[in-house]
């Protein structure tokens, strides 16, 4: 079979995601026949650096053989089995291993499926929470400007990305949106640190006045990635820690795509040394292979829901919470963090990336040039609208995953990623930004 084989199929029955179908008519839509390590083979044996991580799943690779061993393995011992009155060892080992990251001072751990669900959870606790302790008046969430925390009716409510939203106001919650520490939004002669105190200002300002109405803020720590990779100074998650205590207001931690290293350390909160109410995990925790997705909280948050009385309890549930397949996965994937000091040798492993993307960050056409950790990402000046989806397809003839969002292009790599493999993607980006500025000029 060839790639038009399975091209016209998947047009024809599947409903893609993230997409207006239409524009397959112009935008290549590409079967995968394999994958290994950083590549996906399509079915006429060209590849493709996955230099997103496939949607920011992986982090070891594709077809990985450690954690193909461990699934292997698990599925000749318990696939799945319901987590409500009955429990299994992967899911106690994981909700240990998980806690342990926190120093456990997140010491209970709700597993849910995928990101989304775990964002509805946290808020839910939250509110549930307030609600327990006598104060069900606060109920509203803040979020900060450009936040994307997931796309189902909760999590969408407080994610501030009008394109995505707009059509379905009428099913959302009105929400509470400050400032965003965003690096880029510096005023002139203002650093990174001097312009995230003053969004926290902000927030304190608008604490100050509604703490009584409010059970948490929201914040993806150090990078806000779907907004287009917007990075901060970790000061601002200092000072929202303390502003949150002061006010009796939940501090949620969104590490969904910035946990398990991508930020250069395990947690992004470590980078401020600070401690979230609320966690939620997803995304890389089972290195790419399988959904799932985790809620860690305090011992304070666990205890106001431990009661005789059923409806003070969190009755919240998903079919396939704490899949076993799922949470092995993301036990081997803890393992190879271990064995491999994986967070240790990213550190080098960035700054020689950065060294090797010098020539975008030089490149006239390019602002912005930013990294943390193994994310790397750079605006480009054009007022072409089609300027993503152009990088996209002229990416794939040149051998590259690349997804712009807007006029931002980022690289969001397997940390499995060889020095040779992102020379490669360097040289292919720039060869790519030629040719699209080229042809829209
Ligand atoms: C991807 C993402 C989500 C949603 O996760 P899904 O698994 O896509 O539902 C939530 N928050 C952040 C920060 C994300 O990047």
């Not at 084989?5 to 179908?21: D, I, K």
């Not at 969408?156 to 520490?181: F, Q, W």
């Given at each position: 079979?060839?790639n ?5 199929r ?5 409903w893609?995601?993230c997409?207006?179908?239409k ?9 995968i026949?394999?994958?290994?390590g950083?590549?996906l083979?399509d ?22 053989a450690?954690?193909?061993a461990?699934l292997k393995?698990?599925l000749?011992r318990l ?11 992967p899911a106690?080992e ?5 806690s342990a ?10 597993f849910?499926?995928d ?8 808020l839910k ?9 006598g ?8 979020c900060?400007?450009g936040?994307?925390?997931g796309?189902t009716?909760?999590?969408l409510s ?7 939203k707009?059509?379905?106001t009428?099913?959302l919650?009105e929400?509470?949106?400050v ?7 510096a005023?002139?002669?203002?650093s ?11 927030l ?5 006045q509604?703490?009584g109405?409010t059970?948490?803020?929201i ?7 779907a ?10 998650l200092?000072r ?6 002061r006010h009796?207001?939940h501090?949620?931690a969104?590490e969904?795509?910035?946990?398990f290293g991508?930020?250069?350390t395990?947690l992004?909160c ?13 995304k ?7 959904p ?11 205890a ?5 009385e ?5 009755l ?5 919470t704490?899949?076993a397949?799922a ?24 700054r ?27 605006d480009v000046q ?9 990088v996209?397809?002229t990416g794939?003839?040149?051998g590259?995953?690349?997804?712009p969002?807007?006029?931002?292009v ?10 040779d ?15 699209v ?5």
């Amino acid at each position: 079979m060839n790639n038009a084989h399975y091209l016209a199929r998947s047009l024809h029955a599947v409903w893609h995601p993230c997409t207006q179908m239409k524009t397959h008519e112009w935008l290549p839509l590409k079967p995968i026949a394999s994958a290994q390590g950083v590549w996906l083979y399509d079915f006429e044996g060209k590849r493709y650096l996955d230099a997103i991580s496939s949607w920011w799943v992986n982090l070891f690779g594709h077809g990985n053989a450690r954690i193909n061993a461990a699934l292997k393995d698990q599925l000749d011992r318990l696939e799945h089995v319901i987590l409500a009155g009955f429990t299994h060892e992967p899911a106690i080992e994981l909700a240990e291993k998980l806690s342990a990251l926190t120093n456990n001072k997140l010491g209970h751990c709700f597993f849910a499926s995928d990101g989304s669900s775990a964002v509805e959870i946290a808020l839910k606790m939250s509110v549930h929470f307030w609600r327990n302790s006598g104060k069900p008046g606060k109920n509203k969430i803040v979020c900060l400007e450009g936040s994307y925390h997931g796309e189902t009716a909760g999590a969408l409510s407080i994610s501030d990305l009008g394109l995505y939203k707009d059509a379905y106001t009428a099913l959302l919650r009105e929400t509470v949106t400050v400032p965003s520490p965003d690096a880029r939004g510096a005023r002139a002669g203002e650093s990174a640190a001097q312009c995230a105190e003053r969004a926290a200002a902000a927030l304190e300002n608008w604490l100050a006045q509604h703490a009584g109405e409010t059970a948490a803020l929201i914040v993806e720590p150090l990078v806000q990635c779907a907004t287009g990779m917007a990075m901060y100074d970790p000061l601002y998650l200092r000072r929202a820690r303390e502003i949150c205590s002061r006010h009796g207001v939940h501090l949620i931690a969104d590490e969904i795509a910035v946990g398990f290293g991508r930020t250069g350390t395990m947690l992004a909160c470590e980078q401020a040394g600070i401690t979230p109410d609320f966690l939620c995990l997803s995304k890389g925790i089972t290195g790419g292979y399988l959904p799932l997705s985790v809620v860690l909280t305090r011992d304070e948050v666990y205890a106001a829901f431990y009661d005789d009385e059923i409806a003070r309890g969190f009755l919240h549930s998903h079919s396939y919470t704490g899949n076993a397949l799922a949470c092995r996965a993301a036990l081997a994937s803890l393992a190879i963090f271990a064995e491999d000091d994986v967070i240790a040798n990213n550190r080098e492993k960035s700054r020689q990336i950065t060294r090797l993307a010098t020539p975008l960050a030089e490149d006239d056409r390019i602002s912005n040039f930013r990294n943390r950790g193994m994310i790397w990402a750079f605006d480009v000046q054009t007022s072409d609208v089609h300027f993503a989806g152009k990088v996209f397809a002229t990416g794939l003839e040149h051998g590259v995953l690349l997804r712009p969002i807007g006029n931002t292009v980022y690289f969001m790599p397997p940390y499995v990623i060889s020095l040779d493999e992102a020379a490669f993607l360097v040289e292919q980006t720039s060869a790519v930004l030629n040719q699209v500025l080229r042809e829209s000029a």
